[in-house]
């Protein structure tokens, strides 16, 4: 079992930056792939960034050079790192890791919110 706790959300202006960090604990965070994800208001969940086991990382095109998600094994922790905040990054941010074969994770946290508004 897994649990991860997101932090570091809130009320960003446009152009802002924000870091939101997810906590592991349980089996050992640099056993699983783990992705970040968002669900802006209204809308469907979807994909941020993904970082594999031995730290390929891949980014959605929509935050491509606005984002950079990292993770640190010995910690147990992750990072995502937004830059530019638009208001249509507004949106609850969860962490998840153990991805599956196809493309579904396991284990979620909770969420951040991350509101950018002027």
């Known amino acids: 079992q897994v649990r991860l706790v997101e932090s570091g959300g809130g009320l960003r202006k446009p152009g802002d930056s924000l870091s939101i960090s997810c906590a592991s604990s349980g089996r050992p965070f640099s056993l699983f792939d783990m992705g970040w994800f968002r669900q802006p208001p209204g809308k469907e969940r979807e994909l941020v960034a993904e970082?594999?086991?031995?730290?390929?990382?891949h980014y959605a095109d929509s935050v491509y050079g606005r984002v950079a998600a990292s993770r640190d094994n010995a910690r147990n922790l992750a990072y995502l790192h937004m830059s530019n905040l638009k208001p249509e990054d507004s949106a609850v941010y969860y962490c998840?890791?153990?991805?599956?074969?196809?493309?579904?994770?396991?284990?979620w946290g909770q969420g951040t919110q991350v509101i950018v508004s002027s």
């Open positions: 970082i594999s086991r031995d730290g390929g990382i």
């Open positions: 998840a890791v153990d991805r599956a074969s196809d493309g579904s994770y396991v284990y």
